[in-house]
């Protein structure tokens, strides 16, 4: 069972990290796009839909960074509150938050899901003048609250049964 247990770790550890690392290429990829701009700019050449996509990578980027960052203590919590509890009174609190967190980005998961689903089955396409497929720019955003609803849950359980999550110290000073 504890080997069982200890390949859902690195399992569940490598997904937040994958989903990190597909954060920063999308944010490499959004400069990238931004000197392109600037360059068609001096130039004098028209760059159509170039806004569009550097608003679809800063989504992805953001959506697919959330779970690792929160598992690293980079996440703005409720440490100031939380940080003066202790014992049972800590426990109950950080429980009640873990649990709201899953219920909420769940609920941001389940609609992110179906948003994708609707505008791939009625070929919804964004209004930019490159008309891309909208399912396309709108899965990473998908994917990402998904993997965030995943690592909520994976910090409740944590905390049910260990009494502590995977959420790194929060760094003080």
Known sequence: ?????????????????????LAAVCLF???????????ARAAGINFPGSTDYAGYLMAASSFLAFAYTLNRGGHVRVSLLIGRLTGSARYVAELLC??????????????????????YELGDVSQGQDASPLWIVQSPLAIGAVIL???????????????QDNIAADVVG
């Open 29 to 39: 990829a959004l400069l990238l796009l931004i000197v392109a701009q600037m360059g």
């Open 1 to 21: 069972m504890t080997s069982l247990l200890c390949k859902l770790r690195r399992v569940l550890d490598a997904l937040y990290t994958v989903a990190g690392g």
């Open 149 to 163: 609803a995943i690592c909520f849950l994976d910090n409740l359980v944590s905390l049910l049964v260990r009494k």
């Open 98 to 119: 873990h649990t709201l967190a899953l219920i909420m980005t769940s609920i941001l998961a389940w609609y992110a899901v179906t948003m994708v689903y609707w505008s």
